[in-house]
């Protein structure tokens, strides 16, 4: 990929969900939500502290994570829709 985030910003693709309801209704792409689980892309270095140090990253390409539904900014790049976001905006990681 032609693109490396920053400091502590991670780059993930969201992952698509079931199409289908419990009860077997098929939900329309109108009336989907954005998925909420993503794929870690790749993450920046670190958070620097104020010690000048850098933090490494909790997450690693790879990881399947849970992240908010307006949480960061999204960008296409090489024909896929990817989210730039903080790490501080990640709100779980699926143990595998």
């Known amino acids: 990929m032609s693109l490396r985030p920053l400091h502590d910003r991670v780059i993930v693709k969201r992952l698509e ?3 289908k309801s419990l009860g077997g209704i098929i939900i329309p792409d109108s009336a ?3 998925p909420l689980k993503a794929e870690v ?3 920046g270095a670190g958070k620097r502290t104020d010690d000048g140090k850098v933090h490494a990253l909790d997450v690693k390409a790879g990881d399947t994570i849970l992240i908010g539904k307006y949480s960061g900014t999204e960008v296409k790049v090489d024909g896929q829709d990817l ?3 903080r ?3 990640i709100l779980a990681v699926f143990s595998k």
Do not use: P
Request: net charge negative.
């Open 17 to 19: 969900e079931e199409k």
């Open 87 to 89: 790490e501080d905006d």
């Open 41 to 43: 892309i790749a993450v």
């Open 83 to 85: 989210v730039i976001l």
């Open 32 to 34: 989907a939500e954005k």
